[in-house]
């Protein structure tokens, strides 16, 4: 965290069934930081989101076994870690359509897919071609618009397999209202994921959204 002006960061697949306040002081030493989380189970999956309350205060919470919503800022931010099967990810892209129109407010939408959009997103242009195609429908049905990634093309790197699994989107309205966001990958350390971070590069002058860290 250091160095950087964050609103919120999101540890996804932690493999941690509970988390604590002195894991979350250890990770984010902040009086204004407050944590949610979905527990892991049987060590697969689990997301932790930290949330400086001082520039984005959440208001409500809503989750399910593979993702987390926070509502504030009159915007919905869902973090999600898709499940390893395909039945399972087809449950988590139905859940996020009925919770996108359940709420009707522009939505961010991060995490990682465990799914490809298309060939490109591989290295090997290999891809499950039902997991796609239920990932690209959900894509089109929520009508929510992808952010590019900013001079990579990668986000996880494990063993020779190269793939672009982590992803964020948002409503229109999110794209207009912070047209300035931008989505860029940072180092990804002992782990086979990138860092992701959605937010304003190099810039100190006028307000400043968010920046969210994946």
């Not at 604590?20 to 989101?49: E, Q, R, Y």
């Not at 898709?82 to 039945?87: F, H, L, N």
């Amino acid at each position: 965290m250091i160095g950087l002006q964050l609103s919120n960061c999101i540890f996804q697949q932690n493999s941690r069934k509970t988390c604590s306040d002195s894991l979350v002081t250890a990770l984010w030493n902040k009086n204004s930081v407050k944590w949610f989380s979905v527990d892991s189970v049987s060590n697969a999956g689990g997301i932790l989101v930290l949330s400086n309350e001082s520039t984005f205060k959440v208001d409500s919470i809503e989750y399910g076994g593979q993702w987390l919503g926070l509502f504030g800022l009159h915007v919905q931010l869902d973090l999600k870690y898709a499940g390893s099967s395909i039945a399972e990810r087809r449950i988590l892209w139905e859940e996020l359509l009925i919770l996108q129109s359940a709420f009707e407010i522009p939505l961010f939408l991060g995490g990682d897919s465990n799914e490809t959009l298309n060939q490109n997103d591989r290295s090997s242009r290999c891809m499950n071609e039902v997991g796609s195609r239920d990932f690209s429908s959900f894509h089109s049905s929520s009508d929510l618009l992808e952010y590019p990634l900013s001079g990579h093309r990668y986000t996880r790197f494990s063993g020779h397999s190269i793939s672009c699994v982590d992803r964020a989107f948002a409503s229109p309205e999110c794209h207009l209202k912070f047209s300035m966001l931008t989505l860029t990958r940072r180092s990804r350390g002992l782990s086979d994921h990138c860092q992701m971070m959605l937010g304003v590069q190099n810039q100190d002058w006028g307000w400043k959204p968010f920046n969210l860290v994946l």
